[in-house]
């Protein structure tokens, strides 16, 4: 930790980051048609969606025609096409996960309703696009696509509906009302099926032309549960429902819909067999949605950290404009220059919001890019599964194991000194496809979850404190950039797509991956090598604070409670779902700091001489973050490691398991931290009031050792904070918000 | 033989006027503070006039538009993402400053030489558009010096309506005093026209047009050829913006026509 070394650089942050600035962090520099969807959404974003807020649009839950007026806006600029293939109407070949991120973040930063509404249409057409055959790929795709110059059509808005009324509701994919059974089936004819839907919350329901409905089987000719087409059109009923009477997101249409239609069977999602007189699903509903909610999630993180990093310039400028036109706050006077930002306190709140956003923001990013690379990866895996014959669950899984062997081969030989022989196989395994695609895989399966479950809940409850800097004007509808409103909003980002407890459910399997924990211990290595060029990030102690979490994982797998029951397993949620809290933070938080790097070592010629302080205030800001990730880290990990022991009773049986004062100092030097434990007072009666820790510290002198030093790399954390608060007092801000109020 | 125009549009990047404007002294000159960190856009009066030249190629077959611009070119690349999607055109860009302190006759040097090495360029069907003023520097004389450096006797300034009449003929509208426009009948091209607001709102943006721009705007920028345009030697010894003067004063019980006369004298006064 060579934090002191940091006085050299006097230079800050001189203006708030533009363009330039994110395009190298987010890794878009040279993707110009992103950034031309960056600039066609933002005006979208900072124009007409702005100016219905500020004329009070979100105070109906009607989806009203001013509203409507919105969707409009997402075909012309592009919006609506980014989803598409240039071959049906788009703009953006392959992947587009880093687009589509990019589009809802401009989209959240003034108004995330506005952005669940323009991207739920791809919600509603992500099952088609994931699992539908090239055939309703093909049909359904070009029809939602806006009409090309001189075409004179609507295009076509779809809408998802999974989730159903209580005690349905939710993406407990095991919990199904909705029914498909089949109506008709004449000798060589398609069969005809009834779908029974009622749907809870779905958006898009006010307008949408059709809806991919998940529905469980009700009819023994038909053997799983499967995603069905549903259009406007079909013989039956299709009730969009009552609007939902939602406190947030106005600007997305929400109602709660009743469909009994009938449809012919070429209508599930993926197609489907006949096998013995029985139609068979392709895919039944928990496939599609595992592949659509995997990349559709990290979109609604993203979201939330956009309205974290929005409101730093309008609370900069009400706490510098806070006193003026007070008699006491006389022009020039340091009371009418800085307000409110006079106090240290307002600062370092105001940095923490800052520091947060970026992490969140870092990490959607990174876990939006990850996906486009992983996208052709596992086209190519299903493609290899094809060629050799794989098919059904338990060949898969035993072809899947044997790519993670690899994968955990090449980690083990990067992660040592290595000859001739080994860089040779180090080569071979790179440049195995497959094998990228386990180890990105395992990441992606992490990422996501991380990324919505950290990025909405901690970001819920960051916005929070960005509504309390602006003081009582925080919670009026005027306040400058919505903030209110954006508080209200995250809770519902944290919610929807899977609540927090689904993110920490699929992330309590997903970490336990192999090839995911030695990945983690490669980025320990990582993040120690980029503490030593880059010093000031908090690289450092984010590196022990991985390793501390990956001890304390290591030694809870192998650990029972007091009562010898098992701590790492699927009911234990009071440990798996707090190791996926901690998981969270450090994910961010590193996230955080390879942006940071890839500013300070590719700025210089983008900023030029302003290069300098804007990488160090980044810095600054991933070291704040990243000391309060590995407070939060240390925390949890010490509650999981001592907090299943049983307190001991204070009789001689209980004083037998613990130190005495002299025996802890005695340890100090062994286990660093233990005799400051320990005191030992006589009480009234001769008993001892405390001596030692209670907790039996068998086997977890090395988690002592991990956690004090975290306590370490805790060094210049207050110092970068210091520093990141005062450029926010010097910062130079446009003299306006660029969108109404 | 090829008809229509062939539209050559003059404008540059200036800083985005909600960004606080203050004057500094800088190791180049005098600038802006912090003038490259802050985001840009196409100079206003530039931008009017290329989405007139936009929609009078589109009415006029056989039309090419081109935009010359010199600045900065990690600006210039920002700033086409935006304008990049608003109407078709072909980028010539040129690498140096754009701030409000360069010297017009350098700048007008570089523009002009560079307007005439464009490949196929046809004088006989040349308009020269640009700003009759601009966001960085009011003085609006740089568009003016290229059309006399490429002898170009025909120059309309405050133009706000173009109409092609016969035989390669147009009608343009200038703004002259008192809010009213003269009109004049050019017999064709060559001619500079340099726009004042003119009569087309924004076009919104519009990515199929973007991704067919950028297939030349990126190599254009690659290519940017370096234009280091200085001062022209001209010292400034202290520069400053215009202050803001705001004069409130709370009025009661006044009449709507008293209000309404007293603005009309008010207006009056300059």
Known sequence: MATPALKAHPDTLRTLPGD?????????????????????TRGVARGPVARLVAEGGRNEHEWTARKNELLAHYDASGITAAFMEPEEGGFIAGPKNLALALAAFELAWVDAGAATGALAGFLGLSPIHERGTPEQARHYMSLAAPARPGEDRRPWRAAFALTEPIPYVGVDTGMLSGKVSVAEWKDGEEPVLRVEKRGRFITNMGFANFVTAAVDTADPRIKSSCLVILEETDPGTFDRGTPTKKLVHQLSSTSDPIFSLRVPASRIVGGYTVKDGVIVPNFDHSEVIEAVFRRTRVTVGVMTSAKLLSAIEPVIRYQRGRFRGAEQAAPGSVRYELGIQQREDALHRLVEVWAAGEAGASLGFATARLFDELDPLEK??????????VSGMKATLKWLKALEQKGLELL??????RGEKQEARIAELRADELVRFALLDAQANVLCPATKLWNTGVGASVMREAVSLMGGYGITEDCPGFLGQKWMDAQLEATYEGPEAVQRRQLSVTMANPLFLAQMKAWVRELRHVSGAHAGTGACALASAMELWLWTYRHLERSTDADGARLVQSPRQGVTFKLADALGWLMAARSQILDAVVLAEDGAPVLGEAHAGTARFFADLCHVQAARAAGEVGRICAELVHGYNRHPSWDAEGRAACWSASDAEALEGIIPGLAGCSADEIAEGGLPDKEGPCASCQGISDFRTLRVKIDGCLTGAMLAKDRAAEALSKVMIPEALDYPQ | MSTGYQIVVLGSVVPDPLQTLEPAQTPQGPGLKNELMLP?????????????????????PGSKVTLVSLGPKAKLQQVMMAVGQKVPFELVALDGPAGGFTDPHEVAARLAETVKALPGLDRSRLLLFGGWESASRGAGVTLQLVGERLEIADQFQGVDRLTPGEGGSFEVLERVEGGKHQVSRCAGAPAVLGWATGELGEPKNNPQIGMANMRGVMPALQKAAPAPVGTGGVEFLSVAVPRAQRETRIVKDMSPDDVARELVEWIGQD
């Open chain 1, 20 to 40: 330039d600035v994110r395009q190298l962090m987010w890794r878009f520099a040279e993707r110009y048609d992103l950034q031309m969807l960056v600039q066609s």
């Open chain 1, 380 to 389: 190519k895996k299903d493609a290899a599964l094809a060629a050799q014959g």
């Open chain 1, 412 to 417: 083990e030989l990067e992660a040592h000194p």
């Open chain 2, 40 to 60: 840009h856009v196409l100079d206003p009066w530039a931008a009017h006039a290329l989405y007139e030249a936009a929609n009078l190629a589109a009415r006029t």
